[in-house]
C-alpha cells in the first residue's frame, strides 16, 4: 500500500528555516505531481508549493521567495525548504502525491510547524 510519511517540522523561531521532507512507500506508477499544503486552525487547507515530475513548480504568493519545493524521483521524495519563517506560517504541513493516468491522491499525516519566539 501506498504510504507518505512527513518529517522535519517543529518548532522554530521567526526568520529562522526548517525543511521538511515527505518519503513515499509503495509503488505508484506513472507520472506523479508532488506537492505541499498547510492547514492552520479554524483555516481551510491551502496549497504552498507543488512540482511535477518535470521540475516545473509554483508556489503560493505568501511564500514565494521564501520556500523552496524540490524532488528526488530516486528516493521517492519531496523537500519542502523553508526560510524566513513567520508567525503565520504556523500550521500543519502535509504532503501530497497525485497519480496522473487515474487522478487518484495521497496524502501524508501531516507534521507541526510551529514559528514563534
Known amino acids: 500500500q501506498v504510504r507518505l510519511v512527513e518529517s522535519g517540522g517543529g518548532l522554530v523561531q521567526p526568520g529562522g528555516s526548517l525543511t521538511l521532507s515527505c518519503a513515499r512507500s509503495?509503488?505508484?506508477?506513472?507520472?506523479?505531481?508532488m506537492g505541499w499544503y498547510r492547514q492552520a486552525p479554524g483555516k481551510e487547507r491551502e496549497l504552498v508549493a507543488a512540482?511535477?515530475?518535470?521540475?516545473?513548480?509554483n508556489y503560493a504568493d505568501n511564500v514565494k521567495g521564501r520556500f523552496t519545493i524540490s524532488r528526488d524521483n530516486a528516493k521517492n521524495t519531496v523537500y519542502l525548504q523553508m526560510n524566513s519563517l513567520k508567525p503565520e506560517d504556523t500550521a500543519v504541513y502535509y504532503c501530497?502525491?497525485?497519480?496522473?493516468?487515474?487522478?487518484?491522491?495521497?496524502w501524508g499525516q501531516g507534521t507541526q510547524v510551529t514559528v514563534s519566539s
Open positions: 509503495g509503488i505508484i506508477f506513472g507520472i506523479q505531481d
Open positions: 501530497r502525491v497525485l497519480q496522473l493516468r487515474s487522478n487518484r491522491e495521497y
Open positions: 512540482i511535477t515530475t518535470g521540475g516545473n513548480t
